[in-house]
């Protein structure tokens, strides 16, 4: 197996909902944390959700409140997702929070003979 270490960052510049991460094909992803800061001074609410592959919607937090100039870490226990499956973010206020997500895709090892 191939382990690759990533990471994704998204200003949340609007309150629209957007896709974080995305599992790619033929790949296992351990998500092991999910940071969410202020960088405003005001404070805003995030939602987050993880979408699996036929397309039903699982809430990861639910407008949890992050305050203004907090750093939360919102996944403390590695979070296991499947090929395709789609992390995505929504900010209560537009440009006041980012989200990082690091994870561990895992990918089979390719045997050649």
Partial sequence: MANVFVNKKVDLTSDATTTLFTVPSATTAIIKSILVSDDSGSGSSITITLTNASGSVFSIVH??????????QIITQPLIAETGEIVKVAAANANRLHVILSAMEVTPRTVVS
């Avoid at 407008?63 to 939360?72: F, P, R, S, Y």
């Fill in 63 to 72: 407008q949890k409140v992050i305050a203004a100039n907090e750093v939360i």
